[in-house]
Nanobody
Framework: QVQLAESGGGLVQAGGSLRVSCAAS????????MGWYRQAPGKQRELVAS???????YYADSVKGRFTISRDNAKNTVYLQMNSLKPEDTAVYYC?????????????WGQGTQVTVSS
């Protein structure tokens, strides 16, 4: 099993910055990718950004140029630096890890951290 512990988040004014972190522990061997999803009230959970073991990154169009995902493999930690925040970025942000064991991929989730951007 993989445990994901998120930190960061909070309340910020529009245009401000926040950083959220996610530390993986437990059976971290085999984690191929980590990422951040978010879910706003009344909306589906969406992928915001991800980074794989080769440090290839993906960003949703809505955050490109504003958010940066990075990974510290030694610490099994992934970071999401969020700049130029907008009220529409308000959501619960969830850390995700994808672990490959054999031919099967399992998803693990953090408990979520609230990010609120005031206008």
């Amino acid at each position: 099993q993989v445990q994901l512990a998120e930190s960061g988040g909070g309340l910020v004014q529009a245009g401000g910055s926040l950083r959220v972190s996610c530390a993986a522990s437990g059976s971290t061997f085999g984690i191929k990718a980590m990422g951040w999803y978010r879910q706003a009230p009344g909306k589906q959970r969406e992928l915001v950004a991800s980074i794989n073991s080769e440090s290839v990154t993906y960003y949703a169009d809505s955050v490109k140029g504003r958010f940066t995902i990075s990974r510290d493999n030694a610490k099994n930690t992934v970071y999401l630096q969020m700049n130029s925040l907008k009220p529409e970025d308000t959501a619960v942000y969830y850390c995700n890890a994808k672990r490959l064991v054999g031919f099967s991929t399992s998803d693990y989730w953090g408990q979520g951290t609230q990010v609120t951007v005031s206008s």
